[in-house]
């Protein structure tokens, strides 16, 4: 047979409606995944059940419905139009899928849509620049784990990170760039980071080093010194010491620097979601000006840009090429 691939992307996922029980289901999947809590599970799913789960769900509710829109969650939204944005690009002869690690669209299903069409090489793209096992580790254990239920095994190619691909970072200067284009002046650059227990990287996540490698190259960029930018990790959760510095901290050291104005980009995250919208855009602002800062900007995530779907494109096409040969 000749070969039929199909490009998957992927992200984390997103609560399928805006109510108690969704949430806590949607929460319940994701903290249950032993790739992104690893604690002994007797005592963590005591823990879940009794405490996190019956007074994290409201609090979370809250938090989505101050960012829900009409058409439902940012992040399934923002990643339906990069679906559909690099199927146009790509062209209707290459089917281009979307997964989502919790919640729908869901592995299972997709998988067996693709397969059941005829697809025989995957092209896997989890939408998380940074490499780390609760994200693109935990993407392809799961997907490893469905598809021990078929005879016939599609080829996988899987990219696991593009921290320090070109397009990557030309994407995010570019989108800085226009930010400041758009405005009277060139603020302060804070890069915020989604956080990771400190014990995860002690353990050989590559995550944190893959963080300072972009960190780096996107001020190279933007031709920034050193007192021009900061580097921070945010969404912290429990008693664990998480990666730092800390984006609160860092916030709060730069207004006692006398740094009154910020622009803030989260270059983790390819899609804006609750941790972009409402932790930075709402919780970190509020927080900043608080402190007395006086002026907080978010720069959008990648998103849907042209710039990104470009990025996507570069990454799958040397994998496109071997089933050409």
């Known amino acids: 047979m000749p070969d039929k691939t199909a490009i998957l992307l992927t992200n984390l996922g997103t609560p399928d409606r805006l109510s108690k029980s969704s949430i806590k289901r949607f929460l319940k999947q994701f903290l249950s995944d032993p790739w992104v809590v690893e604690l002994p599970r007797l005592p963590w799913w005591i823990l879940l059940n009794c405490i996190i789960l019956p007074f994290r769900s409201p609090k979370t509710l809250k938090a989505y419905t101050r960012i829900w829109g009409e058409q439902g969650s940012p992040l399934l939204v923002i990643a339906k139009q990069q679906q559909a944005a690099l199927q146009q690009q790509l062209g209707s002869d290459l089917p281009v899928a979307l997964a989502m690690r919790y919640g729908n669209p869901d592995f ?119 007192s021009d930018w900061s580097l921070s990790f945010q969404s912290r959760f429990g008693r664990q010491v998480w990666l730092k510095p800390y984006t609160s901290d860092v916030l709060n050291q730069l207004v006692r620097d006398g740094i009154k104005a910020v622009d803030v980009i989260c270059p983790g995250f390819s899609a804006d979601c609750l941790e972009t919208l409402d932790e930075i855009q709402n919780e970190y602002r509020e927080f900043f000006l608080a402190q007395g800062g006086e002026s907080f900007h978010y720069i959008p995530a990648l998103n849907a840009r042209a710039r990104h779907i470009s990025m996507m494109q570069a990454l799958v096409t040397p994998y496109l090429a071997v089933t050409e040969q």
């Not at 609760?134 to 021990?148: E, P």
């Not at 996988?156 to 009277?184: C, K, M, Q």
Request: proline share 5%; aromatic share 10%.
């Open 108 to 226: 299972e299903t997709v998988i067996d849509e693709l397969l059941g069409s005829g697809v025989n090489h995957l092209v896997v793209l989890p939408l998380y620049p940074q490499n780390s096992a609760t994200t693109s580790a935990t993407t392809f254990h799961y997907l490893a784990k469905i598809l021990t239920r078929y005879r016939a095994l599609p080829s996988i190619s899987f990219i696991d990170n593009y921290h320090d691909h070109p397009a990557y970072i030309e994407a995010l200067a570019e989108s800085v760039t226009e930010h400041w284009e758009g405005s009277d002046t060139r603020n302060h650059l804070l890069m915020s980071f989604h956080g990771l227990p400190q014990v995860n990287v002690d353990k050989g996540d590559p995550y944190y080093a893959q963080c300072l490698v972009s960190a780096n190259l996107l001020a190279d960029a933007l031709g920034l010194g050193k």
